[in-house]
């Protein structure tokens, strides 16, 4: 038996949401008031969310064709301290997909200069979902969702301080 892995998302995301329907099918089916409730709770969250997923996934496109990685890597060499460390924040946050998928973009960003420790930061900033902040202010209010993301930006920070001092030598 094959599996999906190799599928793109499109592909897999058919059967997730021929599930989805059935599930609601066999829901309707056997408690209708239940699943009424779930598709107007569900209609409620995705109304609330779904302006801010646009706007996100336009600012992240746009920022995706006007930034290159040699215009970053100017600002993540040496002698560029305090900007470096907002690009290298601001950059993991932005950033989205797999994980994976930025190792070749950041080796080759650290063979134009940029600093190991822009690299920590960049991973450990993107902890920070965008698309995901609106799910979160719904559920946990504004007030946590800033307090959570500034403690999570400052220990960004800290870990990368902690790269900064280590007396590692070229990994190549």
Not at 50 to 77: D, E, M, W
Not at 125 to 134: E, F, G, Q, T
Not at 137 to 147: A, E, Q, S
Request: with cysteine.
């Amino acid at each position: 038996m094959k599996k999906n892995h190799n599928k793109p998302f499109a592909f897999r995301g058919k059967y997730l949401l021929l599930s989805v329907l059935v599930f609601y099918g066999v829901l309707f089916l056997i408690n209708s008031e239940s699943a009424q409730l779930a598709l107007q709770k569900s209609s409620t969250v995705l109304t609330k969310i779904l302006p801010i997923f646009c706007i996100v996934i336009l600012l992240t496109s746009i920022l995706n064709y006007f930034v290159k990685p040699k215009q970053i890597a100017r600002h993540l060499g040496e002698g560029n301290d305090i900007k470096g460390w907002l690009w290298a924040l601001a950059g993991g946050v932005i950033s989205h997909g797999p994980m994976y998928a930025w190792y070749p973009l950041l080796e080759d960003l650290r063979s134009h200069g940029m600093r190991d420790e822009y690299i920590v930061v960049f991973f450990a900033s993107r902890a920070i979902k965008v698309p995901l902040l609106p799910i979160m202010i719904d559920y946990f209010g504004w007030t946590f969702t800033i307090v959570f993301s500034f403690y999570m930006l400052f220990g960004a920070l800290i870990q990368g301080l902690f790269m900064k001092m280590l007396p590692l030598k070229d990994h190549k």
